[in-house]
């Protein structure tokens, strides 16, 4: 009897199942999210900027033949898809930089929660994030005039490339997050990749109209891979080289994602 009891007294407590844990981890930053939620919202307003001012001030680029005929806002949309994607998922780490200033980060750490749970949960918050605003960024589209031929099976197509871009550089800001500890550090970085990864990409010119150097450079940019998928879904056509590009995405997000795992395991060995 007394064994017993003591075997009873002296048992591990269970530990929840790794969906548990990650879901706890997104149920928190959702909370969170909803608490702030002037922030997601105010996003939205940027691509508000692009899609009326640009769809305006570039209407009369619709003619030319490069556009298909379609309108310059038709090929406009599927761009700034892509775009409010690219810089949300880049600020995905101003989060972790918070909550390694407020110790938040240590009791994780400290706790048996899986650190791959840690950041699954925090991505899939960034991810329904990134799908409610790409859903308005498409919504706005149509009130600007954009028209999608492709119909529903063509918006989800675009919205699951957009989803494949966000993890990318949701994955990839988290990792510079948790290296660089800091958000100077690394708002000037992404800074320093979203401009030149927009422009450097079909996302507001066809390629036949740039010069030779940025249409060589932009044939390997992801944003132009990711841009021209969505484009394609939304249009109801696919690209020519539309497997490899969706390929290459899928690859860059698993990268992205084991980055991710690495930094944080770095960081935990570090503190």
């Known amino acids: 009897m007394t064994s017993l009891a003591l075997a009873v007294t002296t048992a591990a407590p269970s530990r929840a199942g790794w969906f548990t844990q990650a879901g706890q981890v997104l149920r928190r930053w959702l909370i969170a999210t909803l608490r702030q939620v002037w922030g997601p919202v105010m996003s939205l307003i940027q691509p508000v900027i692009w899609i009326v ?95 999608y031929p492709g119909g529903l099976g063509g918006m989800l197509a675009a919205l699951g490339v957009a989803t494949v871009l966000a993890t990318i550089f949701c994955c990839a800001s988290t990792a510079v997050a948790l290296t660089a500890r800091s958000q100077i550090a690394l708002i000037s970085l992404s800074q320093l990749i979203v401009l030149p990864a927009t422009f450097l990409s079909t996302t507001m010119m066809p390629a036949d109209l740039m010069p030779q150097w940025v249409q060589d450079v932009s044939r390997w940019n992801p944003m132009t891979w990711a841009v021209e998928l969505g484009r394609g879904g939304l249009n109801g056509t696919f690209p020519e080289n539309g497997w490899w590009q969706l390929a290459g995405l899928a690859v860059l997000a698993v990268l992205a994602f084991l980055w991710a795992m690495r930094s944080i395991r770095a960081y935990q060995r570090s503190v």
């Open 53 to 147: 001012l640009f769809g305006q001030v570039f209407h009369s680029l619709g003619a030319l033949p490069q556009f298909g005929g379609a309108g310059y806002i038709d090929y406009l949309v599927p761009g700034i898809l892509m775009m409010t994607v690219l810089y949300s998922g880049a600020w995905a780490g101003t989060g972790y930089i918070d909550d390694i200033n407020s110790g938040v980060m240590d009791q994780y750490l400290t706790s048996p929660v899986s650190r791959s749970a840690i950041i699954t949960g925090q991505l899939v918050q960034q991810l329904v994030i990134n799908l409610a605003q790409s859903l308005v960024v498409l919504g706005i589209g149509w009130l600007a005039g954009a028209r």
